[in-house]
């Protein structure tokens, strides 16, 4: 006899996908149809599926409030950026355009500096809080702002992501140890992590928290990443907010045109140089976008 139920997709990998259930966890596979019609399932989806002696088939993703193509989650209430300042030293512009994309989509972002113990990264910091940005320092070594972090997440479906070897894992089994996830070295001469988690899975740190660990990347992964239209960038930096309606033009691009008031408020420090920095780099990405490619 076929059942049919709702659930969670918790853990996708290679085509199947573990839905967690009022009666457990059922592995399915997908209907050809949503992969047909570009709608792939996610970790983190909440869908229906059917389940005959034993087997599992996704039936339909139920609608998302968001999802992310890097990483491969829907439905989060939050994203948690890991960054660090030592082995390997994370690129501002790999935190800003993970922050952009979830701003997009007006997903909270919170940035966790890793490592702390190593190299207390004042100055990175010092940059996204003054952003605006919730920045939680942390150390898997010491157990430093482990707890701060918890609280944070308590209550929330959030994606841990970040770059290879910045320490993710190792700060979910910091949070939940019983987990035991694999964690892995940093290259000392190449300064990046091997890549230890190779799939999306949700983990239940408690009745209601859930923390999806994803893949790291590095900065030539930046380019497989979603990219936002260039007249929406400029509401994706939070920091840019109070001086957007500003400016001389209506349809200002804060790049060239004159009495910009973006421009002034890097000039005068209001905006960090970084921050701005990187508005460009993806701002002329986002040029690159033509509109009938856009589904």
Same mark, same amino acid.
């Given at each position: 006899?076929?059942?049919?139920?709702?659930?969670?997709?918790?853990?996708?990998?290679?085509?199947?996908?573990?839905?967690?259930?009022?009666?457990?966890?059922?592995?399915?596979?997908?209907?050809?149809?949503?992969?047909?019609?570009?709608?792939?399932?996610?970790?983190?989806?909440?869908?229906?599926?059917?389940?005959?002696?034993?087997?599992?088939?996704?039936?339909?993703?139920?609608?998302?409030?968001?999802?992310?193509?890097?990483?491969?989650?829907?439905?989060?209430?939050?994203?948690?950026?890991?960054?660090?300042?030592?082995?390997?030293?994370?690129?501002?512009?790999?935190?800003?355009?993970?922050?952009?994309?979830?701003?997009?989509?007006?997903?909270?972002?919170?940035?966790?500096?890793?490592?702390?113990?190593?190299?207390?990264?004042?100055?990175?910091?010092?940059?996204?809080?003054?952003?605006?940005?919730?920045?939680?320092?942390?150390?898997?070594?010491?157990?430093?702002?482990?707890?701060?972090?918890?609280?944070?997440?308590?209550?929330?479906?959030?994606?841990?992501?970040?770059?290879?070897?910045?320490?993710?894992?190792?700060?979910?089994?910091?949070?939940?140890?019983?987990?035991?996830?694999?964690?892995?070295?940093?290259?000392?001469?190449?300064?990046?992590?091997?890549?230890?988690?190779?799939?999306?899975?949700? $983990?239940?740190?408690?009745?209601?928290?859930?923390?999806?660990?994803?893949?790291?990347?590095?900065?030539?992964?930046?380019?497989?990443?979603?990219?936002?239209?260039?007249?929406?960038?400029?509401?994706?930096?939070?920091?840019?907010?109070?001086?957007?309606?500003?400016?001389?033009?209506?349809?200002?691009?804060?790049?060239?045109?004159?009495?910009?008031?973006?421009?002034?408020?890097?000039?005068?420090?209001?905006?960090?140089?970084?921050? $701005?920095?990187?508005?460009?780099?993806?701002?002329?990405?986002?040029?690159?976008?033509?509109?009938?490619?856009?589904?």
């Amino acid at each position: 006899m076929t059942e049919r139920t709702i659930g969670r997709i918790v853990r996708s990998l290679s085509g199947f996908y573990d839905v967690q259930t009022q009666q457990g966890i059922v592995t399915c596979r997908a209907r050809g149809i949503l992969r047909k019609e570009g709608n792939s399932p996610l970790t983190g989806d909440m869908v229906e599926i059917t389940v005959d002696k034993g087997r599992g088939m996704v039936e339909k993703i139920l609608p998302r409030k968001n999802h992310f193509i890097r990483p491969a989650v829907a439905n989060v209430d939050a994203l948690v950026v890991f960054a660090a300042n030592v082995n390997p030293v994370t690129e501002p512009f790999l935190i800003d355009r993970v922050a952009a994309i979830a701003g997009d989509q007006n997903v909270d972002v919170y940035l966790c500096v890793n490592k702390c113990d190593l190299d207390p990264a004042m100055d990175l910091a010092r940059i996204y809080r003054h952003a605006g940005f919730p920045v939680i320092c942390t150390s898997a070594q010491t157990g430093e702002g482990v707890q701060e972090l918890r609280a944070a997440l308590e209550g929330k479906l959030t994606a841990f992501t970040g770059n290879s070897g910045v320490g993710k894992s190792s700060i979910l089994n910091r949070l939940s140890p019983e987990l035991k996830l694999e964690t892995g070295e940093v290259s000392e001469k190449l300064g990046r992590g091997r890549h230890t988690t190779r799939h999306v899975e949700l $983990y239940q740190l408690s009745e209601n928290t859930y923390v999806a660990d994803t893949p790291g990347f590095s900065s030539f992964d930046t380019d497989q990443m979603e990219l936002i239209l260039k007249e929406n960038l400029q509401y994706a930096f939070p920091d840019f907010g109070r001086f957007l309606g500003k400016c001389r033009f209506d349809d200002c691009s804060h790049r060239k045109e004159p009495d910009c008031a973006v421009r002034a408020a890097v000039e005068a420090g209001e905006i960090e140089k970084s921050r $701005y920095e990187s508005y460009l780099r993806l701002y002329e990405k986002s040029s690159q976008i033509k509109l009938w490619e856009i589904k």
